[in-house]
């Protein structure tokens, strides 16, 4: 049962720094698996924000490339997203996904998907 859990989200001034984390569980080969993380904002339409193939190779969304960072950690089966010089418009719920690289390239235009398995989201506040 595969199974993704996010953590690490809350309020932050403009200008600070959050990191999010994605624990997996259920996967019998995680490092062969694309990662991303989307987001949701109240009354928008989710959004691809940054995508990690199974090579390491990183792709962002326009509005947060040069701020946010992908990565994983395959030996503890975790996904983070480092979000450096936060603004109010990313404000959202933030959520990780993950499956099987079945594609040539996952990226954040086609994460939604691509991507089967998604957490449950968390929260992320800036002002």
């Known amino acids: 049962h595969v199974q993704l859990v996010e953590s690490g989200g809350g309020s932050v001034q403009a200008g600070g720094s959050l990191r999010l984390a994605c624990a997996a569980s259920g996967y019998t080969y995680y490092s062969s698996y694309c990662l991303g993380w989307f987001r949701q904002a109240p009354g928008k339409e989710r959004e691809g924000v940054a995508a990690?193939?199974?090579?390491?190779?990183?792709t962002y969304a326009d509005s947060v490339k040069g701020r946010f960072t992908i990565s994983k950690d395959n030996a503890k089966n975790t996904l983070y997203l480092q979000m450096d010089g936060l603004k109010p418009e990313d404000t959202a719920m933030y959520y990780c996904?993950?499956?099987?690289?079945?594609?040539?390239?996952?990226?954040?235009?086609?994460?939604?998907?691509?991507?089967?398995?998604w957490g449950s989201g968390t929260q992320v506040t800036v002002s």
């Open positions: 996904a993950a499956d099987q690289c079945l594609v040539g390239r996952v990226v954040p235009g086609n994460l939604l998907t691509y991507l089967g398995y």
């Open positions: 990690i193939d199974s090579d390491r190779t990183t």
